[in-house]
């Protein structure tokens, strides 16, 4: 069975991250390789994750209680959840077929409390930031770069106007390092009072990042084709469901107590592994997904007009749980389920109309560089015409 999504890092990675949860280092020295390995700059901190660094930014700036913060519709409910900790009201802004924000629905979004524009990259995708520039400097906005799901380089900034720009190494991400976040901070007073908070949070033992290596590790190990397919039929028998489970097992940090979790800095070692993974990774890899991507949406007839990295591959059809029953019965685990969310309406006028309506149709196929094109050519037989609504994110 094609399982879903496999981690994109390796067993050696894998040996050096538990080599350097063992082996001694000054952490200033870690901190400063990890930072150089990233990029010359200096205006950008290393944090435990996206979601730390945004509630690190909300922690930094203060916000007064009540102020509202648009999100683009399609997005992570800890983003969400973050939001409301700190006591901000989060507003969806709708997005278009191509996941775009779409213009008007920003607009709506406005109003006096609002101070804050986060948009999602999703998908890989790039969303176009002239127009959403454009408006927040009209309303004096912050404007936040999310982009967990679409880093391809160390030393990518995102847009240079942007406030933030979140670049998230999580264990699902490119070039996974199983946790880790690179936030890129425009404002040098903002910068500094976020690495302030951040050097007084508690850093991350090694002992909990070894033990987050070797449960990732268990992941790894069956999501290979036969492991996934035992696992499967295992978790089935005893009436499991493998959907949810798939689903959840890669989670980062659970919902219990989240910002507890999220306020602390990375451990020496976490930090050791980023800078592998930006020295050593094989960005062959995110070329082999494009071409994979670009393939798909020929054969699809889906048109973009924007770069995307093909990060995940979700299609949008009739009848999503009948498309999915039947990859599965072939041997690909495509899921109807993900992790993410249509952020909720506060009011009637700020519904999120269309992102909802794409979501409820979304399947996202199995989907990483090591499966072998005649893998895809199979999963596209097995769709037919009328199940694809055509445009798609
Ligand atoms: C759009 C988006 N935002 C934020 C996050 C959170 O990233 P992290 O796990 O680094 O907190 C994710 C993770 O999948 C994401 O997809």
Redesign the pocket.
């Known amino acids: 069975m094609w399982i879903r999504m496999r981690l994109d890092i390796g067993w050696r990675d894998i040996a050096s991250g538990f080599g350097f949860c063992v082996m001694p280092i000054k952490r200033s020295i870690a901190e400063k390789r990890a930072k150089d390995s990233w990029s010359r700059g200096d205006d950008f901190l290393i944090t435990?994750?996206?979601?730390?660094?945004?509630d690190l930014m909300l922690r930094a700036l203060q916000l007064p209680p009540g102020s509202e913060v648009l999100l683009s519709a399609?997005?992570?409910p800890?983003?969400v959840r973050i939001v409301k900790l700190h006591e901000l009201v989060p507003v969806p802004v709708d997005t278009d077929e191509a996941g775009n924000i779409i213009s008007d629905s920003l607009k709506r979004a406005i109003s006096p409390q609002t101070r804050m524009i986060v948009i999602?990259?999703?998908f890989g995708g790039s969303a176009p930031l002239d127009e959403v520039h454009k408006v927040a400097k009209d309303h004096d906005l912050l404007v936040v770069e999310?982009c967990?799901?679409s880093f391809l380089r160390p030393g990518d900034s995102g847009h240079p106007e942007s406030d933030a720009a979140?670049f998230?190494?999580?264990?699902?991400?490119t070039a996974s390092a199983l946790?880790?976040?690179v936030a890129r901070i425009k404002s040098p007073e903002l910068r500094e009072r976020m690495a302030g908070l951040l050097e007084s949070d508690s850093i991350q033992s090694r002992k909990s990042f070894a033990l987050r290596i070797a449960r990732f590790s268990v992941l790894k190990l069956l999501s290979g084709n036969f492991m996934a397919e035992f696992t499967r039929c295992c978790v089935e028998r005893f009436g499991g469901d493998f959907d949810s489970m798939s689903n959840s097992a890669a989670r980062?940090?659970s919902s219990a107590e989240l910002l507890k979790q999220?306020r602390r800095q990375p451990s020496t070692p976490l930090l050791r592994l980023m800078e592998r993974r930006w020295q050593n990774y094989d960005f062959t890899r995110i070329d082999r997904r494009m071409r994979m991507g670009r393939l798909l949406d020929t054969k699809i007839g889906i048109k973009r007009g924007a770069f995307h990295s093909y990060w995940v591959y979700p299609i949008f059809v009739r009848d999503p749980i009948a498309v999915c029953e039947r990859l599965c019965a072939a041997g690909f685990d495509a899921t109807c389920q993900a992790?993410?969310t249509v952020v909720p309406a506060i009011d009637d006028a700020r519904k999120a109309v269309s992102a909802c309506s794409r979501w409820e149709h979304a399947v996202f196929l199995p989907w990483y560089p090591d499966m072998p094109f005649e893998a895809l050519d199979d999963m596209i037989d097995l769709l037919s015409e009328s199940d694809i609504r055509k445009g798609g994110i």
């Open positions: 435990l994750s996206v979601r730390s660094a945004f399609l997005t992570v800890d983003m999602a990259h999703l999310d967990a799901q979140l998230s190494f999580g264990p699902i991400k946790g880790g976040a980062g940090f999220l992790r993410m």
